[in-house]
Antibody
């Protein structure tokens, strides 16, 4: 059974950089999957942050693209998230997840998150 | 600001059926597959439905999904108290602001 676990500081100061790592266990990391980050502000809905293919290709939410970097370390079965210049609005539970994404024969895209980490709360505060 | 609209809440008695709508556009639901997620209180979301109407292993057939045009629907039959949760739809958006998008979320209450 694939398991994902987020790790990183739970408190970040405004204007600094949020850094999280997701460790993947119990399955193949270097296969044809994307690996993604999703966040959820307290009491609000889900927001996709971005995804990375195991080969390193990245895709970001356009609204966050200027501040976000996702990287992968296949040797450690880990992928990471950095968000620069954080503000109060970046306070959220951050989830990592495995992503299934591909085009079918008609060009329609399927993209979904089949395994999720338990999530980690990151608070931005001085 | 989500591009996929869901009703804020739905409710029904145990054993009854509820349906949750997810309204989008040609750039997302109209041309791509829809997934649904269940988020029980205090837990991570869980995949319920993918590719519009497919269930992952272990998801009971009380949960079903459908899609028509630019809208999708999640149906839950034989409602149980354990189904009380928030439910989100999701899909890929092909517009200039391309990427994965989620619905606004629907809270299901079992009366």
């Amino acid at each position: 059974q694939l398991q994902l676990q987020e790790s990183g500081p739970g408190l970040v100061k405004p204007s600094e950089t949020l850094s999280l790592t997701c460790t993947v266990a119990g399955g193949s990391f270097s296969s044809s999957y994307y690996w993604g980050w999703i966040r959820q502000p307290p009491g609000q809905g889900l927001e996709w942050i971005g995804s990375i293919y195991y080969s390193g290709n990245t895709y970001y939410n356009p609204s966050l693209k200027s501040r976000v970097t996702i990287s992968v370390d296949t040797s450690k079965n880990q992928f990471s998230l950095k968000v620069n210049s954080v503000a109060d609005s970046d306070t959220a539970v951050y989830y990592c997840a495995r992503v299934v994404g591909y085009h079918d024969n008609s060009g329609h895209y399927t993209y979904y998150f089949d395994y999720w980490g338990q999530g980690t709360l990151v608070t931005v505060s001085s | 600001q989500s591009v996929l609209t869901q009703p804020p809440s739905v409710s029904a008695a145990p054993g009854q059926k509820v349906t949750i709508s997810c309204s989008g556009s040609d750039s997302n639901i109209g041309n791509n597959y829809v997934s649904w997620y269940q988020q029980l209180p205090g837990t991570a979301p869980k995949l319920l439905i993918y590719d519009n109407n497919k269930r992952p292993s272990g998801i009971p057939d009380r949960f079903s999904g459908s899609k028509s045009g630019t809208s999708a629907t999640l149906a839950i039959t034989g409602l149980q108290t354990g189904d009380e949760a928030d439910y989100y739809c999701g899909t890929w958006d092909n517009s200039l602001s391309a990427g994965q998008v989620f619905g606004t979320g629907t809270q299901v209450t079992v009366l």
